[in-house]
């Protein structure tokens, strides 16, 4: 794809080219996401909150209310076409074909809408929240930090003339190729996009994504992105999220602790029963990988694999293929997804550590698809990653946490955090410092 960007930069009516473009343009976890909270929990009501966790950079000064509203609006005015769902409900997933059911792509075509939302800004930093039903609210997650990552891009953009903007864009097309020249040469590798949340752009992303195709062959399995995997016939990865155990352990905290503690296995109860074998990869880190390995049910350890977000990818693999062959599991036969702030070397370093011992596969995000760290043609930082992320914080009613594998990224009030940790039995490691 041959894109000037600095010319579309420089040029560019940003109303003619709005930032998301079809609500195919998400993670194809949401989609799955959404179809079970619409056969599961159809009548619960949420909130949910944009935190901006890099907090030296102050949003609120940098991206103009009235630009973020005609961005959330576009997005609530789009439906998704009659293409977009036949080739939900024709394609092949996992291997799977139909995956997603006749009457949900109904209730999408007919009843999907999105929830209301509220902008506002407090001591420099945005806020942007939503309240509704989980069907209505949970979508909005990649949407909204789509557009605030690439409003903040437009924002920065805005400052450089021509000749800057090819400097950058040159500096990042750079980059980007040596990243890609090191993953070239690794035999066996397995990696695929997972940057749309915190992209530079839509454009950029979509530029990435031909790059890595183009050049990776067959280690390149796909991209989280569902409109790039519906346009250029790619596979679409992604199974689910911290979401849904937050807030089904928030729906059970009314009860004992030991319904709470056992929240954390219902979800894949429940998952396993709507997915069946297609999208088993379990995500354990919501409060505490250690704990969930400790009292998972036997049956966990049948699953695909496992998904690494906040604990060292190193240790989390060791641990996984040690909790696999207690249980007389062969770990060369599942799968171990890392996909936390991943960039070239750690991906190459982590293949290589796994090779042989377990089926390793890379999710590479920001610094895939928004790494323009002293790409600045004056020296300035403001076009350097944000780590900003969207999360629940109430599941009918009550407060959701959640509580990580790093302490930098636990979520939730002090005292509800408090007593996670005690039901759980997770301690609060203080990981490394969160970049993206």
């Known amino acids: 794809m041959n894109v000037n960007f600095a010319e579309r930069a420089h040029n560019h009516n940003w109303k003619l080219d709005p930032i998301v473009r079809s609500l195919l343009d998400t993670d194809f976890y949401k989609l799955l996401m959404l179809q079970f909270i619409w056969k599961n929990f159809r009548d619960a009501v949420v909130t949910s909150e944009v935190s901006n966790r890099t907090v030296r950079v102050r949003l609120g000064e940098r991206i103009e209310t009235h630009a973020l509203r005609d961005q959330m609006e576009h997005v609530r005015s ?78 920065a953009l805005a400052e450089l003339s021509e000749l800057e903007l090819d400097v950058l864009y040159a500096r990042a097309k750079t980059r980007l190729w040596d990243k890609i020249e090191q993953l070239r040469q690794v035999r066996g590798l397995r990696l695929s996009d997972f940057g749309t949340r915190r992209r530079h752009s839509f454009l950029w992303q979509e ?134 702030g991943l960039d070239a070397g750690s991906i190459i370093a982590l293949h290589e550590y796994f090779c042989g011992r377990i089926r390793f596969s890379a999710g590479w ?27 629940l914080t109430s599941a009918d009613g009550i407060p959701t946490v959640k509580l990580s594998d790093n302490a930098h990224k636990a979520t939730g009030p002090e005292e509800e955090i408090e007593r996670y940790r005690r039901v759980f039995g997770s301690v609060a490691v203080e990981g490394a410092e969160v970049l993206v």
Not at 97 to 103: A, G, K, L
Not at 114 to 122: F, T, V
Not at 370 to 376: A, E, G, I, P, S
Request: aromatic share 12%; hydrophobic share 40%; with cysteine.
């Open 78 to 155: 789009l439906r998704y076409r009659r293409s977009e769902l036949v080739w939900l409900a024709g394609n092949t997933f996992y291997g799977v074909r139909s995956i997603f059911q006749p009457d949900f792509l109904a209730w999408l075509e007919k009843d999907f809408r999105l929830s209301e939302y509220e902008i506002a800004e407090h001591e420099g930093q945005l806020i942007l929240r939503f309240e509704g039903l989980w069907t209505d609210v949970t979508m909005w997650e990649i949407y909204a930090l789509a557009i605030v990552s690439e409003l903040k891009t437009r924002s």
């Open 365 to 391: 995000g920001t610094l895939l698809t928004n790494d323009f760290r002293d790409c600045h043609p004056r020296g300035e930082d403001t076009l350097e990653p944000l780590s900003l992320v969207c999360k």
């Open 207 to 340: 530029y990435a994504v031909n790059a890595l195709r183009a050049t990776l062959g067959e280690c390149f399995t796909g991209t989280s992105n569902t409109a790039l995997a519906y346009k250029h016939d790619l596979e679409a990865i992604g199974t689910n999220a911290h979401e849904l155990p937050m807030a089904m352990a928030a729906m059970a905290s009314r009860g004992s602790d030991d319904e709470l503690r056992q929240s954390q296995y219902r979800v894949l109860e429940l998952w396993q029963k709507s997915y069946g074998g297609a999208l088993l990869i379990m995500l354990p880190d919501t409060f505490g990988t250690t704990q969930f390995l400790a009292g998972a049910p036997d049956w966990v350890a049948d699953w695909t694999g496992q998904r690494v977000d906040s604990m060292d990818p190193f240790l989390a693999g060791d641990e996984y293929i040690r909790w696999l062959k207690d249980r007389g599991r062969d770990p060369r036969r599942k799968l171990l997804i890392a996909s936390d």
